[in-house]
């Protein structure tokens, strides 16, 4: 069974097996979590993810955490959202899923995400976090045994509390 827990923070700071970067399809670092995430891994994780030559929206990507507590950086391009009628939740979904695929195969325990594409990128944060939870709840785990909903404020705190409650099995 797999254990979801939502928290209010800074994913930088979180000693797990792996965090998920909201990145953008070049993987090279940007403002929002993805700066942060660059800034405390160092300066290998930009030359870690520069061998990848980008990423489509909806995939994912995972490096090493160089200088971060986390084990490893799992690199998904949420969708730019534009009215929700251009794929977005699919694309959202997709994010989730790969992410938690790749932790699967790096034998990851414990995965933390960010609130993909709810920042710079203009998802709305309920659908958002809608969408995130029912994905990472239907994922067939095997390794992965906790879930961390890493929220940076506590607007995002609520939603992510409010939603899980609604959404209880
Ligand atoms: N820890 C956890 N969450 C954070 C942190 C942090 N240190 N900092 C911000 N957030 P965003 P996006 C939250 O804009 O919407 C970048 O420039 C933030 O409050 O980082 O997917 C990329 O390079 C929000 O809820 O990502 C792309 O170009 C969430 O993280 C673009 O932004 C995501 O906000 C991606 O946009």
Redesign the pocket.
Known sequence: MLEIEVIQ????KLKVDAIVN???R?LL?????????HRAAGRELLEACRVFGGCETGEARITPGFKLPAKYVIHT??P?FRDGFHGEPEQLKNCYVNSMKLAEENNCETVAF??????????P?KEATEIAIWAVRNYPVQKVKKVIF????ED?LKIYQDVLKMMAP
């Open positions: 923070g800074d994913i930088t909201a990145a953008n070049s670092g940007g403002g929002g979590v993805d700066g942060a995430i391009p949420g730019i960010s609130a993909i594409s709810t920042g710079v990128y203009g998802y944060k890493c929220c940076f404020g995002m």
